[in-house]
Nanobody, 115 residues
Framework: QVQLVESGGGLVQAGGSLRLSCAAS????????MGWYRQAPGKQREMVAT???????VYADSVKGRFTISRDNAKNTVYLQMNSLKPEDTAVYYC?????????WGQGTQVTVSS
């Protein structure tokens, strides 16, 4: 079992920045993938960015060049630096942990970008 605790959401004006953090605890083995997903009202949950324990990253086209995902394996923490935020980035952001067939989600943190 892996527990995920997110922090860092909030309200920001368009063009501003936020950094999300997600700390994982429990039975964590190398070879896992952590990431951020988001869900806006009335929309399906979508992938924002993922990063493997080896550092390989994948980004949604909508956030490339604006968001950066990183992780500190010693702290079992993944970060999402969000710059140049847009109103369409408004959503609940969820941390995700995957290892082989195991998957778990954080409780979600609200990000609201005002125009």
């Amino acid at each position: 079992q892996v527990q995920l605790v997110e922090s860092g959401g909030g309200l920001v004006q368009a063009g501003g920045s936020l950094r999300l953090s997600c700390a994982a605890s429990g039975s964590i083995f190398s070879g896992n993938t952590m990431g951020w997903y988001r869900q806006a009202p009335g929309k399906q949950r979508e992938m924002v960015a993922t990063i493997t324990s080896g550092g390989s990253t994948v980004y949604a086209d909508s956030v490339k060049g604006r968001f950066t995902i990183s992780r500190d394996n010693a702290k079992n923490t993944v970060y999402l630096q969000m710059n140049s935020l847009k109103p369409e980035d408004t959503a609940v952001y969820y941390c995700n942990f995957k290892f082989i067939h195991y998957e778990n989600w954080g409780q979600g943190t609200q990000v609201t970008v005002s125009s």
